[in-house]
């Protein structure tokens, strides 16, 4: 497609996005924070965060010495929390690898946590102008509809061609490397969308294959189609005055370092869950709304059960549990499932009130 390129470069002048936030500055580190916090999120849900981390982490000396619950806090809501782990990560290897600077080109930046080839090439390419090619989603879905290449893009061989081809229709001066990039992304973003795209708007339609063959909505080729497995979880919200028990999760897995609500293992009574691990004989619990999540590899149903505690329990059985104030769960690294469950305790009316009495478990048989 002669003139790929330039034509998408006029466009990004004309009609391409000028006043995001991140955007007409060099600085790499807000470069890299938004790029971290753009991956699989749009911009409308990531510029209140991005304006939040710059003013409690104005530079990367600042983001590396926080401790990363307060890291987890401010992320708490945007997903993906890997990513959050992954920006403390790579703050703290800039500061100590590589003196506070961040690397010029893509092939070191790449070596951060987090860092993977199209989110380098993008900081290299707006901070330094370095001519490489990047291969988000956006880029993708433009370039399977402007060449007719057929194929998941997630598939090793798919993707290989894509790159081929993304490296190939980079502009020959560097210097408008940055631009194109840039346009690359909006074009994606605004008009070759993944539904509904706004064709006649396109400076590619003229010679689109996908539009000239009527298959736009055929391409990108879709993911393989595969039910998500099902996994099931009891957690307990365990109520005590105006504090709510929570746990640390570990830094991997799912909800890493992120505060969770306990679980309750499959085939234990609630009571006996109780007794083993707060000491408690005698709790008032009841069944909360059921929740369902979906991950990107799995689905997670979950059965929260409310228990009020009468008095303070004898112990705590898991280092990581703590205490927290019901006050201060809105501003607490809570994955988005645990905050929406404890919502639900905000707003429900009191057990009383609700039922007219409160399940006693203690000496008395409960659900299995």
Not at 143 to 171: H, N, Q, V, Y
Not at 242 to 250: F, I
Not at 263 to 271: L, N, R, T, Y
């Amino acid at each position: 497609m002669p003139g790929f390129s330039t034509r998408l470069i006029d466009w990004q002048h004309a009609h391409g996005r000028h006043n995001l936030p991140w955007q007409g500055t060099r600085d790499p580190y807000r470069i890299w924070l938004s790029e971290i916090m753009l991956q699989q999120t749009q911009v409308a849900a990531v510029i209140p965060y991005y304006l939040r981390f710059l003013e409690r982490f104005p530079d990367v000396a600042a983001l590396a010495a926080a401790p990363v619950e307060e890291i987890m806090a401010l992320w708490s809501g945007l997903g993906y929390y890997a990513r959050a782990r992954n920006l403390h990560r790579a703050a703290c290897a800039v500061m100590e690898q590589h003196g506070g600077h961040f690397p010029a080109t893509a092939a070191l930046l790449s070596e951060l946590p987090g860092i993977g080839r199209s989110t380098a090439a993008a900081i290299a390419a707006f901070a330094s102008n370095e001519r490489a090619a990047i291969l988000d989603g956006n880029v993708k879905r433009v370039l399977c509809r402007a060449f007719g290449i057929e194929g998941f893009p997630g598939e090793r061989a798919t993707e290989e061609r894509l790159w081929a081809l993304a490296e190939s229709l980079l502009p020959e001066n560097a210097e408008d490397t940055g631009v194109y990039i840039q346009a690359q992304m909006d074009l994606g973003a605004t008009v070759c969308t993944r539904t509904r795209p706004s064709c006649q708007a396109c400076p590619l339609v003229a010679q689109c294959v996908a539009y000239e063959t009527g298959r736009t909505a055929e391409l990108p080729t879709a993911r393989p189609r595969k039910t998500p497995p099902r996994r099931f979880s009891r957690m307990a919200v365990v109520i005590l005055g105006d504090s709510v028990l929570l746990e640390r999760r570990p830094p991997a897995g799912i909800w890493g370092s992120l505060l969770a609500l306990p679980e309750i293992p499959e085939g234990i009574q609630i009571e006996t869950w109780a007794m083993r691990h707060l000491g408690i004989d005698q709790i008032a619990a009841h069944p909360l709304p059921p929740l369902v999540h979906t991950f990107t590899h799995f689905t997670l149903e979950i059965a929260p059960w409310r228990i009020d505690l009468p008095a303070a329990p004898r112990m705590l059985s898991e280092s990581a549990w703590q205490w927290l104030a019901l006050e201060k769960t809105g501003t607490a690294a809570l994955p988005t499932p645990v905050r929406k469950i404890l919502d639900s305790v905000f707003t429900a009316p009191p057990l009383q009130e609700r039922d007219g009495q409160i399940p006693l478990f203690g000496g008395v048989a409960g659900e299995a």
